[in-house]
């Protein structure tokens, strides 16, 4: 009987959980150590910003880890919607602090690289601009999680928010993109693939490993408390309605 | 679409009864425009500069402000269990729920919006444009919005929350909209700007009465 | 026939009542009686489909009810906790506004004879910001007989009614009985229908069946 409870025993993924979580912490860890040596030491400086530039490999990865937590939520929500997977609702209300937290890191590495080059703070760039308007539909996203008192509603309700504002990204960043064009031309960074010079590619991409690792060690941590919290709030129901 | 318009008329004739609303609106918009004058001062020259901008920014927050009772007091007095029992579906009734509130509040705002033109000093080649970009992008408004009106029934904080979900979403009509006016006023191509407004209304018109949908239902479960 | 097999109820994240059977004929009456939280109202809106049951099924005349939920709500009034009454609207406006909703064409003769059904024909002109709340009441449960359909679910209907309306509304069950229609009805045992099925829902609640299995 008490299987028909959400959430009631998911130990097959609570086990699971524990095999990868020590495993995407090591991934972090080293690849975070190697990425930052890289980074610091022997990616070369920019020929026209200098030292500062550095920053660029903070910056690029928490603003791709920033559109691809906004991802995984979306596919989470849609998974929780059309399949009402309990295990899909905890993975993207656990996505969104996380995907949060790399949008605003994103957007201070920005503002901190942008200031040697412009001398403010804040510039109205494109790319800029886009991640400060995900970072907005985030907390909208977390607003309306914690907006309801009934915790199935309060995925339903979020889930189609996620959806919404999926399909809106795009077009966010198209006018945004348009917006600018016609108001800034410059921009921090034009990563164009082909012009990147390997020594500066390698260091970013084990930089989006070690957040991506991170990634999943957090969101795994994230749901295992999840987890716990509902399994405390069914003893607390059970114990007000005594069923 | 009989019923459809049924709906329609009945939201209408609520709306008018009750009155202050649409008036209300269009009172919050006129004096969201008049706080910009008096905050950055009355230059011809800088208000100009701003004046599609500031328009287009008050007319999204009067839409937004004006979307949170959309489906509150349906919600709230049963009448919205009664409609998802009616032979219309949860679609459609979302479609003539947003229709009859343009019609309320999206239109006054489009004929208020020529005389703040006027107060913020705005270059006459813009006037048309304005409302020709505020006809394309306003149904937009409403329809971007019911989706999040649907979303905040029965929460918590409604209005602040309601803002926080739809005022991003709102972006590229704000974007758009003030370029499209911005562009008639200078001299450059708008009608590129208004083929995408126009796009961004059938795209929407396409895709949000089934996330409205979608969202009334959970919320009356 | 309506019939309802196995249902699970779970409302948030708790089991309100599991293994639910029931079945109501033509001409017959189901009586939900149990105590608060035991799910009456909810069982009420899985029958008229605004909830999904977490399991089991749910039979009209032999055919799945929730497969098509247009077709299923096209048989069904539901009276819930809620009357809604439009305030600027008048009495008459209101009643042929909810009857015109779905679908058919309902003469103001119609509306005014179910009205009268509930003694308040004279209130039609009045608009609904005047109505106490046993009338809004009434004014609702005309609704449910302007525009015909066979299967009633009423959520606690005497609430707020006096005798009088009370005895109006066990008259106008046993005149839809009669006709062939069905009646569900929740209540606080403040009403008395000839040969009614009860259902007490807290039989099915966790509590009751671990205790039975124990």
Known sequence: MADLHRFANPTRFLKLAGYIQPWALAVFLISLSVGLYMSFFTAPADYQQGESARIMY???PAAWMAMFCYTIMALASAVSLIWKHPLADVSARSTAPVGAAFTFLALVTGSLWGKPMWGTWWVWDARLTSVLVLLFLYIGYMALQGAFDDRVRAAKASAILALVGF?????????VDWWNTLHQPASVVKMSGSSIHPS???PLLIMAIAFKAYYVWILLVRMRSELVANKVRILRLKQVHGG | MKQFAFLVRRDLSLAFRQGMDSLMVVAFFVIAVVLFPLGVGPEPGTLARISSGVIWVAALLSAMLSLERLFQTDYEDGSLELLALSSLPMEVTVLA????HWITTGL????AAPVLAVLMQMETEGFVILIVALLLGTPSLSLIGAVGAALILGSRRGGVLLSLLV????????????SAVDGAIGGYEF????LILSGFFIGSLALTPWAGAAGLRQALE | MFQGKDITCIRGERLVFTGLDFSVGSGGALVLIGPNGSGKSSLLRMMAGLLRPASGKMEWNGENALDDFDEHASNLHYVGHHDAVKPVLSVLENVRFWAGVRGGEVSDKNILTALDAFAAKHLADIPGRFLSAGQKRRVNLARIIAAPAPLWLLDEPTTALDRASISLLDKAIKHHREGGGIVVLSTHADIDLEAATVLDIS????KKIERGAA
Do not use: C, E, R
């Open chain 1, 167 to 175: 399909v809106n990204v795009p077009i966010i960043k198209f006018s």
């Open chain 2, 167 to 178: 005022l991003p979403l709102y972006i590229p009509i704000l974007i758009f909209g003030v």
């Open chain 2, 191 to 194: 009608k590129a700007q208004l």
């Open chain 1, 200 to 202: 500066m590619l390698w």
């Open chain 2, 108 to 111: 006054p705002l489009i004929i």
């Open chain 1, 58 to 60: 903070v910056h690029v």
């Open chain 2, 97 to 100: 729920k947003v229709t009859a």
């Open chain 3, 203 to 206: 039989d099915y609640s966790l």
